[in-house]
């Protein structure tokens, strides 16, 4: 490899404080430290999965709720994907991964197009997992996709139980991630667009 795709931060707000490393070119190393149990468990998946080796610290609201987390916690992973990508000089530019998980069924996949749009045709049964609200998968997403300029879809073709769907989009995400971002050797001095620029 050339050079280091890896890229520490820090983002402060008045809601979270988060301190984040991540290299793309890991073995899927992880320390995750949210405050969140449950999101704890998917980024650590999201990691091992992807072969990312991710340090992540959040100090957040969470005696409100996981809200401010886990989007913060998205918008921070975004910009940190994005900036370590660089010039994207030589890489696949796009993933995709079919996940079973049990009952389960998800596909994952996405386009580091420098255009950022989210489609999540899935269906989470509950509202619950543990103590963190469902419906804060999609804000992660959302955040994440957008910081990293992402196009990213998800397609559930089956599932029953809200965790195995939730962890198969986690662990689909870092599967397809780790295509994307790999280096194709044929095409390693070359930007993967007609545009020359993503």
């Given at each position: 490899?050339?050079?280091e795709?890896?890229?520490?931060?820090e983002?402060?707000?008045?809601?979270?404080?988060i301190s984040?490393s991540?290299?793309?070119d890991?073995?899927g190393?992880?320390?995750?430290?949210?405050?969140?149990?449950f999101?704890?468990?998917?980024?650590?998946?999201?990691?091992?999965?992807?072969?990312?080796?991710?340090?992540?610290?959040?100090?957040?609201d969470?005696?409100?709720?996981?809200h401010?987390?886990?989007?913060?916690?998205?918008?921070?992973?975004?910009?940190?994907?994005?900036?370590?990508?660089?010039?994207?000089k030589?890489?696949r530019?796009?993933?995709?991964?079919?996940?079973?998980?049990?009952?389960?069924?998800?596909?994952?996949?996405?386009?580091?197009?420098?255009?950022?749009?989210?489609?999540?045709?899935?269906?989470?049964?509950?509202?619950?997992?543990?103590?963190?609200?469902?419906?804060?998968?999609?804000?992660?997403m959302?955040?994440?996709?957008?910081?990293?300029?992402?196009t990213?879809?998800?397609?559930?073709?089956?599932?029953e139980?809200?965790?195995?769907?939730?962890?198969?989009m986690?662990?689909?995400?870092g599967?397809?991630?780790?295509?994307?971002?790999?280096?194709d050797?044929?095409?390693?001095n070359?930007?993967?667009?007609?545009?020359?620029?993503?």
């Amino acid at each position: 490899m050339a050079a280091e795709r890896k890229v520490s931060l820090e983002r402060n707000t008045a809601e979270t404080k988060i301190s984040l490393s991540i290299d793309l070119d890991g073995t899927g190393k992880y320390q995750v430290d949210t405050g969140c149990g449950f999101l704890n468990h998917m980024l650590e998946l999201f990691a091992r999965h992807g072969r990312f080796d991710l340090t992540l610290k959040c100090d957040g609201d969470t005696q409100v709720d996981y809200h401010h987390t886990t989007e913060d916690i998205g918008i921070a992973l975004g910009q940190a994907i994005l900036e370590a990508l660089g010039d994207k000089k030589g890489i696949r530019r796009y993933g995709s991964f079919l996940l079973p998980m049990d009952e389960t069924l998800v596909m994952t996949a996405l386009d580091l197009s420098g255009r950022s749009y989210l489609v999540m045709d899935v269906d989470i049964p509950t509202e619950k997992v543990g103590d963190f609200d469902t419906e804060l998968v999609k804000e992660f997403m959302t955040a994440l996709s957008s910081n990293s300029r992402m196009t990213l879809h998800f397609k559930m073709f089956h599932g029953e139980n809200s965790h195995h769907i939730i962890e198969a989009m986690f662990k689909g995400l870092g599967r397809a991630l780790g295509e994307a971002v790999s280096i194709d050797e044929k095409y390693k001095n070359e930007i993967p667009s007609t545009k020359g620029v993503l």
